[in-house]
Structures are given as C-alpha cells and as structure tokens.
C-alpha cells in the first residue's frame, strides 16, 4: 500500500472537490482520499511519499484520440486547409512512417507518459504502433482502423483489418485493450463500417470514428460538392458519398463510439453523437488544418484528443488544453479550465470505458503529481493555474506502480 | 563587417520577401541583404558564419508593451476578472516588486534576448527596472509611466514622474531611450496626461498608454457605472470619470502614441488610434484578465506585446504569437502568423520610432536566427512553421553584436 501527500488532491469527482494537504493511499486501485494526517492514522503501514510544496495530486490524464504513426513530422506536411494537408499527408505518408518506427515511437509515448498521460486511445492505420502500444506502461485502448469506400474493395480492407484486430487480440491485457475504428462518411462505405461494427456489438469493444472534421467533408456529405469532389476525382472518378451525416451516425448505435472533431456537426449530429457516445475535441489539429472550432458550449460528453503529431506540435494534453484556453477566448477562463480537466480526466475515462479518470475509492491507481509554481490564492483557482503553468509530470503512477518520476 | 547565411532570410520588408539560401551582411548597420554565394564573392573579408541547415535569419523581434517590475508573479495573482485581477495586484504590489529586484529583473531581461527579442518597449511605474534596462544589451524604450485623477495630487505626482523621466535621461543612449506612458482614462487626470504630453511633444518623446482594455473601463468612462463604480468607491467615494473615451485620445493628438490592449475600443476608437500611432496587442493577458479579443482584422497598425508577467506566463513573442494563433481561430492561420510577424518585427519597430524591425540595407544590425526542425515544404509556410515550433533564438545580434548564440 501507497500513500502519496500533497498540498492540494483534485479528485475529479462529480463535485470537483479539491482537498487541501491531501493525500491518497491506492494499491493497484485506489484505497483512499482524503485529508493527509487522518489517512496517515489510518493506514500507518503503507509506504509514504510527499510529493511537497505547491504540489497537486490528479487522476493521469486521459488522451482518447492519438495517431502514433506518423510521430516523424515536424515541418513536412502543410497546413492551413484539410485538403492541402491529405495531399500532403498522401506525399509524405511512407516517409514519415518508414522515419519513425518502434525505437520512435516508443520515444513518443514515454515523453506522452512523462507529461502526465496514462491512458490513451491509439488510433492505428498500418498496426506499426501495435508493439511499442503494448510494451508501454500506459494504458492504451487500441483502435484497429478501417477504411475504404469502394465497394469492390471491402472484402480485402475487411480482411487486412480482421488481421491486424486478431494480432492486437493476441496482445489483450488490462493495460492494452483492442478496439476498433471506423475512419469517416466521407471514406469508410457502410458495408464495411457494418461489418466490423458487428464485431464491436458482438465483443463490447469502444469504437472511435472521426465525423464532420472540416468544411470539404460538411460540403461532399451533404451535397457531393467542394472539394473533396475534385479530390476524389483524381482518385476515383464518379465518386459520389456513400454516406449521408445522420444515416453514418446511426450505424454506430447501440455501440460506445467517441467521435472525433465534429467541428462542422450541427446541433442535431451533436445530441445524436452525445446520445450514442462521446465527442472528442481536437482543438489544435482542427485550427492547424482550417476546420473550425468545436462549439464546446453545446457538449456535455466532452473527451480532448491531441490527434497526432501530423496535424500538432505536442502530444501533451497540457499543451492542448493551454491551447484551448486561448482558443475558446469566449468562454470565461476559469470554466473552460474546469471543463477542459473534466474532458482531459473522468470524461475521457468514461469515453474509453476504463475505471481511471478519478481519484475515488475503487478506481484504477492511474494518478499524476504535477506542481504549481506558487500556493494560489483560492483553491478555484487551482485548476486554471495547472493549465497555465504545468509542463511535466513530477511522479506518474498507473495501477499503482510509479512509472516515472 | 559580419556576414551571415541561413537556409532562408525573411527579410520582414514591404513584400515579406523570403530569400533562400540567403544572408546578411552588417556592420552596426546593414549593408546588404541578398543570395549567399552573391553576398560573400561581394564582400570576400567580412567573417562568414554559417547559421545552418534548417535555419531562418530574420529582424530581432520588437516588444513594445511589458511591464518589469511585477516579474515574480507565478500564481499569486487571481485572473479570470480584471477588477478581481486590479484588487490582487494592490494586495501583492508590495511583495511582487521586492521580491524581484534588479539581479531577477536581469535574468528576465536575459531570457527576453534569447528568446529572440532585441527591443522592447518597458513600462516603468516606480523606476525599479532603470538600471536592468540601461544595462541590458537590449534596446530600451523606456516609458516612464504617471498616473492619478485626484487633481489635489497632480502637482506631486507630476513631480515624482519628473524625477524618473530626469533620472532616466541621465542613462540615453542608442540602445536606452527614455519615453512616457500616460496610464489610462480612466486613472489619469487630464491637466496630468497634458503637462506631461507637452514633454513629449517638445522633446519628441514616442508615448504609450492603456486603453479601453476591460468591459469595466468602458461602462466607467462612458456611464460613470460598472465594476469600477464600486472600485473607485472604496477609494475615492464620489469619484467621477475624468476622461471622455475619444476626449482621452484627443489628448495624443500629435504625439507618436502606442494605445495598448483597446479591447473593448469602438470603430472610430480604432480609427482615431491608428490616425495618432500604432496599437499594441495582448493577447493573453487580455485573455487571463476577462477582457476579451481585441479585434485585429480591423487593425492595420498592429503591434504585439506580451505585456508583464503579472498578467502572462512568458515574456516571449513566439509564445504570444502562438497564443494568438489559436485565439484568432477564425482568421486563416497563414494570414494570421503573417500579420504576427508583420506586427512584431517592422510595424513594432514604426511603433517605437526604431530603425530596426527589418533587414534592410541601413537598418540597425539588430537580427536573429531561429530553426524550423525540418524545411518546409513551401517558403509560404515558413512563417507558419516559425511560429508553431521557435522556442529560443540561436543567435541574437544588436546593433551588429552577437549577444546570445
């Protein structure tokens, strides 16, 4: 047994309620919570740690959407339009991914581990990040993805991905759980979004899919107009959407799914997406790649993803969550902030159905020690103050075992 | 005579012409800005460094709104309102300014040069940041700041500022040059702001002031009500606004004017500043303190300031500028990083009448060499590029003189 002090625990509960001079005392799951010298009565045999001065204890923090595969871009890719930035993606594809490989990648994911992260959703197109997912320390959820909207081509795409779901199968345990995505409307055909969404109703497996990501989808789903037209013409003339944007959407009912940007979603596609799942927010890759901005106001079911380093500069949720403070200007400070934690820890948790997310007697001992670099004033400050200045992770533990720090 | 090459030089001129491969040659000035291979067969004795591979020269970036003297604020101060923001900072005053004297106000100064800012615009409320700045190797615009609208004390703070402006005086030199700021309409007495911009008109002074910086400022200078009301109440009961909004910008009138934050400023407020001087940009102060986003789409004399570390978490521009990038999310991000450059290379350098903010051929030799982490695919993304990935200069020249690097 465990027990970890610091000047202020945020438990993340339904309450927000921080607790000053803290402390938590966990085994692979949490025991306790609560004030520091009645937990030290309490359990005098467990082995203590402060964590010190202007220190926070929080649930690690929950990153529900991440493409490790293409880790190696830094400049390569352009930014500014959706379309301007696939074709870019379609040039430096095998590059990038030949560029960073399992010694990469595992790199990329101990700096994510380092920065307070625990659990994430990795959402993989070739497998190659399969290995290094499953030797990491964080917990990762394991979306396999599908894609292809020529019907000709369904078996084969089916196939290639039952394949890769089976390997990711051979590897299941507590802290690497296979999933499965389905990519879009605008390039995922319904057959074969119905097909491996069998399997995920068959096996209870969360699903994740990206849906209304930029103006082009918004304008060929509805329309077959814009420019994915142009763009689909040069690959595959007479293309027309095999998906209309609430028909895609009720596919996925009776299924977890976190979906993904819904920068372009109207009011509609919103509470038929919170009503089947969760929505996750990428606010730096949408802004990076012309998309928009998620009306964050209209979503209680609110998860955030850093997306990939092809469309970010950072796979630290603290980066994006600063990131959005600035971004949601509108909204007063101090809410975002609260929001923005929430999303970050007991929504995302709830999203990839995992029992992490916040620091409550029975939950996974997935928790982070960050520090402030001053007491604050109030404690409903705490929150925005984190935003503001925490770069690193001082101790992170997942399922009680300390994995850095 | 120093020769310098980089991968591309951003000449930061009318056209925002980029040169690859390109250098500069200077001496406290610049000679000439052009091709590499053409620049050292022209000028075969001038010393050759190689900035390298991936590396971008382009002017030291001008700062022209920071306040020194509250530099040991991390968490003390309370944001999210800027009257709750104004109250906190009375109650820490004291504590902040004695706990960052002139060896910490070095070092923040230090950090300003590496991060590649070579001017600054310092506004100085006590005078306890003279001698960092007159000892920096940065160039100084040193804006010795009044305020007061009680008219019983205009005649003693009028002296009081006398004393710094003389003292600061007795520092000029290129690289420190001593200016006023008038603190706001709503804090300033204009028989105050007159006296002193009389000084300025006759010694031609450049001049900042605040304005129209919170939704508090605008119900108190238009209506008399608001959050000041009852803020002036506990001060001076029975105050009454003493400017007008467009009365106060009247008072510059001929005088070479920085007007900062103008976050809540109407149109023909903004006209009015733009017809007198330049107007400096907060953003993340403005977005800390609750006042909103100033409207830069309709700014043309735009410059950025970081303003102080009691309303910011850094002091570097790349750091404002990315914040600005996500804050302007509704402005293509290309056209934004572009005016950002604009604003805090060439029209900062107009703003504080430097002969700086460009590589051009006359200029004052004060340049940078950042580095992207990969080239760019296209030189119109470079700026782009720039701003999501510069944290520190590699080397910073002022005046011809390498000073970091």
Redesign the interface.
Known sequence: MTIVRADYVMCMNEDFEIITDGAVVFDTKIEAVGKAAALRDAYPDAEFTDAGRDSVLLPGLVNPHVHLEFSAN???????DFIRWLK?VIVHRDALSSTCKEICMKKVLDTVLRSGTTTIGAVSSYGFDMKPCVHSPLNVVYFNEVLGSNPAMVDALYANFLSRLEESKSYAKKGFVPAISVHSPYSTHPILAKKVLEIAKEEWMVVSTHFMESPAERAWIDRGEGDFAAFFEDFAPGSKPVNSAMGYLELFEGVQTLFTHATQATDAELSKMEEIGYITHC??SN??L?N??LAVEKVNKLTVGTDGLSSN?SLSLWDEM??????H??I???EVAKKLLRATTREGAKSLARDTGSLEKGMDADLIAVR???????TK?LA??ML??VKEAEMVFVGGELVFG
């Open positions: 830094r400049t390569s890719l352009a930014y500014g870019s606010p730096v802004r990076l012309g928009g901005r500069i600063r990131a959005a403070l600035w971004m200007h509108d007063p400070i101090h402030v670099p001053d007491g604050v004033a109030e400050d925005l103050q503001l200045h």
